[in-house]
């Protein structure tokens, strides 16, 4: 590759950067303004600056009850999204039977229902049930809407994994069960981390079924505490920017930690 041409793909890479960042330079800029100052987004506010903002996405908004709210949902979710779905796929990638074909192809066609369209049902259900404003309610209806597509990659996954694997472990004596958890899990890693991160980003930013169950005010998770602040009376966008500020550091904090495994998890959902 020549210096031009890696000059020219330097000069697009930092474009491609900034156009990313300009969002957050308006988010910024504009919650640390107060609601009167009707300045550009692009000035910042050196001489006006304030943290109202904030101080009213915790107060009003209670933002940060929604981010433990939000937490404790992408985790549940996304570990049993993880644990039922590798099992799941199991069967499907080792035994070719008519039944697991059809049970893939269903797999693959729930893939395409959209969650909203049985919103009715699904929320007469879960009143009739008691699980209305209720951790258990919103993992197991995001947990349905995640399955599918975990047990379409770790099915794709498993079948490129030699079944001698397998074979070796039973010459050794253990069960189908042990050699699952002992030889199977542990190769599933790239792929488990494809399912993490496609899973918890979007159980974390999920908005439309959880502002439906989670009614009570206190449940409610980030993106419905965010939206709380447009309302039929009236809007404070400087304090909604503010939240989804605040609601970005886990996020920023957990893929700082979890960088290296970010990245191998998407190259491995670039190859499937």
């Not at 049902?121 to 993992?139: E, F, I, N, Q, R």
Request: charged share 10%; hydrophobic share 55%.
């Amino acid at each position: 590759m020549s210096r031009r041409v890696k000059v020219v793909i330097g000069i697009v890479l930092v474009v491609f950067c900034l156009v990313q960042l300009v969002p957050f330079y308006f988010g910024v800029t504009t919650a640390f303004k107060s609601q009167d100052d009707v300045s550009s987004v692009w000035r910042f506010p050196f001489s006006g600056t304030t943290i109202d903002n904030f101080a009213s996405a915790i107060r009003d908004g209670g933002v940060l009850r929604s981010i433990l709210n939000s937490a404790v949902v992408t985790v549940a979710t996304t570990l049993l999204t993880c644990v039922i779905g590798a099992a799941a796929a199991y069967p499907l990638a080792r035994r070719r039977t008519v039944l697991n074909r059809g049970f893939e192809l269903f797999t693959l066609g729930v893939m395409m229902v959209p969650p909203l369209s049985i919103l009715v049902p699904l929320y007469s259900l879960l009143h009739d049930m008691g699980l209305l404003s209720t951790y258990t309610g919103l993992v197991i209806v995001l947990l349905c809407v995640q399955l599918p597509q975990a047990i379409f990659l770790y099915s794709q996954f498993l079948r490129s994994v030699p079944v001698t694997l397998e074979e070796a472990a039973s010459v050794d004596g253990a069960s189908r069960l042990m050699a699952f958890f002992r030889i199977v899990l542990p190769v599933l890693k790239p792929v488990s981390a494809t399912v993490i991160i496609l899973t918890a980003v979007n159980v974390w930013n999920e908005f439309a079924m959880s502002s439906y169950i989670m009614v009570q005010p206190e449940m409610r998770t980030l993106a419905p505490a965010i939206a709380s602040f447009f309302g039929g009376q009236g809007a404070n966008a400087n304090a909604a920017i503010a939240a989804s500020l605040i609601g970005v550091i886990p996020v920023l904090v957990a893929y700082l930690f979890l960088q290296k495994y970010f990245m191998k998890g998407m190259l491995a959902g670039a190859e499937k």
